[in-house]
Structure formats: structure tokens, C-alpha cells
């Protein structure tokens, strides 16, 4: 048995829950409001939810479009002391397999990892994540993953070039409470990959689902467009591609773009 699937068995068991879920009407954004939150003792993990947020964004200087009370907007308050600064993105493969783990039993294996960490349905955006991290003495003393996740919206009005719902992809509304509870028990139960350090698996669990992870596909950077594949993932979150004339060509976040199919 693949170390892999031993990982996912051995945690399949769901132990009771500690977490502490705060449920806001409406908020400027759940991951300001986590930014000054004072964990009590013995709470490891905080989530805060919201139907709305006033100013909620996605990366970068991207608005994050949601009408209210029809989707998940939420934020997950870590304390990752294990994971080492260098390697801070293992962090941000771990929250797009534990939100892919829940989606698929929804919406079937149509679910990929955009990197660095949305979540697409076929080629349609159906979740994003905004992560910050704080240090403390050269360790993350706090992770919190800002999510923003499509579940009954029908109709999007910004300018967005691909957005999608679960609601449109099934054909009917979805319990937003039922799935947001799916996805606090992945939180917590994937969290044992980072405490038993297993992060080579991390990786290896992250690569197998990435969007355009095998073949070459357009992609465009600062000069100019070209066809690349995606040789991998760094634990420091840089994107490796190869283009046609076997050239290695390494990117940050923001320095290259997805081109279209």
C-alpha cells in the first residue's frame, strides 16, 4: 500500500472535535477578524464564518465576489510550530487537499489544485484562498486560511472570467452548514500530515492533483507567451515549468499567467 493511501487510512477515524467556529451575519473580512483574535487555552484550531464580508478579496488587489448568505466564506486560524519557515508552502498544499477532499465527494475527481492553491472544476474557478502566515522566533506562529467558496451563487456579476458553484454544477442548492462541517473535520484530521511530518506526501498528494499538471499548455509571462509543463511544485511555492525547447523556467506567484486551452 502506497504511503499515501496508509496516510488516509489511518486518519479516516474522525476524533471529536476542539475546533471553535464563530458565526458572523457580516464582517469587513474573516481573516481580519482572525488577525486580532485572541485564541483561548487548548484551542488549536478557530474557524470564523460569515454571510457576507464588506471588504473581503482575494489575491493580490482581487475583490472576491459573493452574494450574501449563498455561499461559504470563512477563515481557518492554525498554529503550524511544526512546518519550517523555508517550507512554509507546504502549508498551502495542505488547505487545497483538505478543501479537495470534501469537494470531490460532492462533485466527483473533476476537482484540480490550481496553483498555488485554487480550486477548479473542469476549467472553472469554484473556490480561492488568500493565506497569511506571522512569525514568531523563526517559526509560523500563525497560519490563517482566508477562503472564499462557491456553493449556491447562480449568477456572478463582476468580471471574473470563470466562476462556478456547486449549485451549478449539481443542479441544486447545497446545505451550507453540512459542508462547511466536512470541511473543519479535514482540517483537522489532514492536520496529522503535518504533525507526523509527512511531507513528502503533502507534495506528492499535491502534484497528483494539480490543474494542467501533465503536457504543455500556454502560459505567458513577462515576455511574451510560450508553451510550458509543469515540472513541479517547490516547497517554497515556486512554479517549475519546462517550455518546448527544454529550457527550466521558474516563477513567483504573480510573475506568470495561465493562458487559455
Known sequence: MKIIDKL??????????TTKIVRLDSVESTNGYLRTYKPEENEPMTVVMADYQTAGRGQGTNKWE????????????????????????LLSMYGALCLRDVLTKYVGEDITL??????????????????ETKLSGGRIKDCIFGVGLNV?????????????SLCQILGKEID???????IVQAFERNYEWIR???????????????????????YEDKDGAFEGAIVEVEDNGHLILRDREGRIRTYEF???????I
Not at 449563498?70 to 481557518?76: D, E, G, H, I, R
Not at 490550481?114 to 493565506?131: A, E, F, H, R, V
Not at 456572478?156 to 470563470?162: E, H, L, M, T
Not at 507526523?196 to 500556454?218: E, V
Open 254 to 260: 504573480k510573475e506568470i499567467k495561465y493562458g487559455k
Open 196 to 218: 507526523s511530518a509527512n511531507y513528502g506526501a503533502i507534495s506528492s498528494m499535491y502534484h497528483d492533483a494539480l490543474y494542467r499538471g501533465k503536457g504543455f499548455y500556454w
Open 114 to 131: 490550481k496553483w498555488p492553491n485554487d480550486i477548479y472544476w473542469k476549467n472553472k474557478k469554484l473556490s480561492g484562498t488568500l493565506i
Open 66 to 89: 459573493s452574494e450574501a448568505g449563498k455561499n461559504l466564506l470563512f477563515s481557518v486560524l492554525l498554529h503550524p510550530y511544526e512546518i519550517p519557515v523555508a517550507t512554509q508552502f
Open 8 to 17: 488516509k487510512k489511518a486518519f479516516e477515524k474522525q476524533p471529536v472535535s
Open 152 to 164: 449556491n451563487q447562480t449568477v456572478f456579476k463582476s468580471d471574473a472570467p470563470n466562476p462556478v
Open 176 to 182: 451550507r452548514e453540512a459542508l462547511l462541517q466536512k
